[in-house]
């Protein structure tokens, strides 16, 4: 099949499918559906949309089809997002078991491991959740400390993760131990995968500036885990946890970039409203939405050249640094204009009148975004070394 032919399929397919309430902005928390073993759907229109792109392997169209996916070409795969984000249709499923771990095993998974896990993230039976983070080992994850000792055919884990996104709901969690201490740092680190519902595991949820949060602290407590669930070579963990950072990252900023096709014009007009000439009335406010908003163009455009040369083979490498960063910085900036449109009614922290101080929380939560998936300090010495060519220490 040409790939024009693809296409008008494709489109044809998405606008027989996808409900027009799937269609709409994601504006709250279940809006997004994630999966897992006791998965709820907010509507029925939810639930039709994800089980008709699922039966098709379209929740993550380019995985081969032995482990449930679409088996769609690079080209065939870029087609389909393309239509998806022309017709503002949302992803049928959010999962860091699509994003990140799955990449992964693709990669670096046995063949047993693959077909056990890929099919069922394909299908949105596990919710995963990433155990990176340890108190003291953020920006240094190389240091973490939460250990793995050998005991037979399993490994006996005790430790402390830290900014576990969604733990709390998640059903496995694919965690970075440490397996020897006799070598540098880097080399005795084992990638791991972990039911939670194992005995010695225990969540406690991390309560933001926003009011809100789906980070939690992450204890393990003598939990027994076969060496079978070891992803890659023991104590070669840390390849398998920077490739999967890549992707992590691109994610952060695909994420972002979803956000740019609501212009913040269109916020700051229904703020301040418009002049008899169309434009807004404020023009200080003006030029800041308008250099945003460029700003936010030429972002998107990048993101896609950057995709596409993923797509096509290449790896992301330091980009995905470049990536996360200016995404991060790009969603600081526009709440802070949010704010700035909206004067003293954005210092609203509640209330009907003012959507539950929605703009406040939203400004708080987007600090996290230059800490989250690594720091914009570390970001800037990546792409200084790597891209830049810069001299280090």
């Keep these: 099949m040409s790939l024009e032919n693809f296409r008008s399929e494709v489109v044809e397919f998405l606008q027989n499918n996808c409900p027009e309430s799937m269609r709409q902005p994601v504006r709250e928390e279940s809006d997004t559906f994630w999966g897992g ?13 994800f089980h008709v792109m699922a039966e098709r392997g379209w929740t993550t169209p380019g995985w081969p089809k032995e482990y449930g996916g679409g088996g769609l070409s690079k080209d065939e795969a870029s087609i ?13 499923l959010f999962s ?29 039976r596990t919710w995963w959740c990433q155990g990176y983070s340890e108190p003291g080992s953020g920006s240094d994850l190389a240091s973490l400390q939460t250990s793995a000792v ?22 496995m969690i694919f965690a970075l131990v440490r397996t020897d201490n006799t070598q540098k740092k880097q080399i005795g680190i084992t990638f791991l995968l972990i039911d939670m519902e194992w005995e ?26 076969p060496k079978t669930n070891v992803v890659g070579e023991e104590h070669g963990g840390w390849s398998v946890a920077k490739y999967l950072l890549t992707h992590e990252r691109s994610n952060i900023s695909t994420a972002v970039d979803s956000d740019v096709m609501t212009p913040l014009s269109f916020y700051a007009k229904k703020s301040l409203g418009i002049g008899n000439d169309g434009i807004l009335k404020d023009p200080a406010i003006r030029a800041k939405v308008a250099e945003w908003e460029i700003d936010g163009a030429a972002f998107k455009f990048t993101l896609d050249r950057i995709n596409q040369e993923m797509k096509a083979g290449h790896s992301a490498g330091a980009k995905s640094s470049f990536m996360k960063y200016y995404a991060s910085e790009l969603n600081k900036r526009k709440y802070e204009l949010r704010l700035e449109c909206q ?40 792409v200084a070394k790597h891209i830049l060519g810069l001299p280090g220490k």
């Design 96 to 124: 860091f078991g699509i994003w990140m771990l799955g990449p992964a095993l693709l990669r670096f998974g046995s063949e047993e491991q693959r077909l056990k896990y890929l099919p069922d993230i394909v299908n949105g």
């Design 343 to 382: 004067g003293k009614r954005a210092l609203a922290w509640e209330g009907e009148d003012y959507d539950e101080g929605k703009i406040a929380r939203q400004f708080c939560r987007s600090k996290g975004n230059s800490i989250e998936g690594g720091t914009s300090e570390i970001q800037l010495n990546i």
């Design 200 to 225: 010695g595991i225990s969540t406690r949820p991390i309560k933001l500036i926003s009011g809100k949060s789906p980070f939690c602290e992450t204890f393990f407590d003598n939990v027994r885990v």
């Design 80 to 92: 389909l997002h393309q239509e998806m984000r022309r017709l503002n249709c949302r992803p049928p």
């Design 150 to 171: 050998s005991d037979g055919d399993h490994y006996i884990v005790n430790g402390q993760k830290v900014w576990t996104s969604y733990a709390d709901k998640a059903d």
């Design 37 to 49: 073993r006791n998965a709820t759907f907010k509507n029925a229109d939810q639930e039709k949309w």
